[in-house]
DNA sequence: CGCGCTTACTTGACGCTTCAACTCATCGCG
DNA sequence: CGCGATGAGTTGAAGCGTCAAGTAAGCGCG
């Protein structure tokens, strides 16, 4: 690789490992909650989450995918398990046959209203409530900027 | 859940946004550079950094998994596969015949070596470079305050 | 109007992580 | 000494994510 790789001083080194243990805990705790609390991965509760915000209940796979975060065809598979689970329906579109139209069901919409309080509580006492306004802010600046050199081409 | 579950506000939810967005993202860009650059997982990286720096370039299984952040069954998967790719051997202690000391070998030496400087370089361009240093800073003590109310007993 | 190209998604196979069983080795205690 | 309990790792099956290949519907251009 690069031939002159200077190595992180000494501060830096300890910011980037809080960081790094920031990175690998903090989703660990989140997920446990969810799954314990609802039976849900992080995924599939983002999933059923953002069809429940939709107009109709709705959205088609590729839209669904990218507000989560994942591959089509991961998003395929997830949403496949949950229709068996009876969380949501997949319905071809009207006006054109490649697209697949995700719906969520009663039973699907049930369950992301009786997560997403414990979530949103795991979320603030976890992040919110160990911070200080001012710090809120410093980390959604510090964020945003490393957000920018990792996805340049990506909003705000 | 609990009937008392407070929303986020406007801005408590930004920040936790970008956050999550953090969270996602730069894991995926730092395991794609090792990946691409040295055939390594992260993990695989983490482990192999270990034995490098321990005395005598042996790790026993357990004290390894926990210096990687990972179960001891995963720790055995891994070295298994790292061991017959040549990177690690396996011994069982001489003084004690239930515990297994992985020690890496030339090949898996210089396998870290050369995948080092790419990963130090990846960390530097995406975080430290994209922050003051007293950004660098808060991101610590942000760091370490949030970890703090996720895993209580932890050193620092 | 038909044939190839593109778009949108689905599927199957493979690899990795987890979980629960299992194997040995050692320790404690009668 | 013997034997159950505990400790350290390993193993195999099951589930999830990814990658590559497959399928089917629309579009475009001759």
């Given at each position: 690789?690069?031939?002159?790789?200077?190595?992180?001083?000494?501060?830096?080194?300890?910011?980037?490992?809080?960081?790094?243990?920031?990175?690998?805990?903090?989703?660990?705790?989140?997920?446990?909650?969810?799954?314990?609390?609802?039976?849900?991965?992080?995924?599939?509760?983002?999933?059923?989450?953002?069809?429940?915000?939709?107009?109709?209940?709705?959205?088609?796979?590729?839209?669904?995918?990218?507000?989560?975060?994942?591959?089509?065809?991961?998003?395929?598979?997830?949403?496949?398990?949950?229709?068996?689970?009876?969380?949501?329906?997949?319905?071809?579109?009207?006006?054109?046959?490649?697209?697949?139209?995700?719906?969520?069901?009663?039973?699907?919409?049930?369950?992301?209203?009786?997560?997403?309080?414990?979530?949103?509580?795991?979320v603030r006492e976890y992040v919110i409530d160990a911070l200080t306004p001012e710090q809120l802010t410093q980390l959604k600046t510090i964020a945003?900027?490393?957000?920018?050199?990792?996805?340049?081409?990506?909003?705000?």
């Amino acid at each position: 690789m690069a031939g002159e790789a200077k190595w992180l001083e000494q501060d830096e080194l300890a910011s980037w490992m809080s960081l790094a243990a920031l990175l690998f805990k903090l989703p660990g705790v989140l997920d446990f909650q969810l799954q314990r609390d609802s039976g849900l991965s992080h995924f599939e509760y983002l999933v059923l989450a953002g069809l429940s915000e939709s107009p109709g209940r709705s959205r088609r796979m590729s839209e669904l995918a990218g507000f989560a975060n994942g591959s089509l065809s991961r998003l395929s598979h997830v949403v496949k398990r949950l229709e068996q689970r009876g969380f949501v329906e997949r319905h071809p579109a009207e006006d054109d046959g490649r697209i697949t139209v995700a719906t969520i069901t009663d039973a699907g919409y049930e369950m992301v209203v009786s997560a997403a309080p414990g979530h949103v509580t795991a979320v603030r006492e976890y992040v919110i409530d160990a911070l200080t306004p001012e710090q809120l802010t410093q980390l959604k600046t510090i964020a945003d900027q490393i957000l920018a050199k990792v996805d340049p081409g990506r909003p705000c």
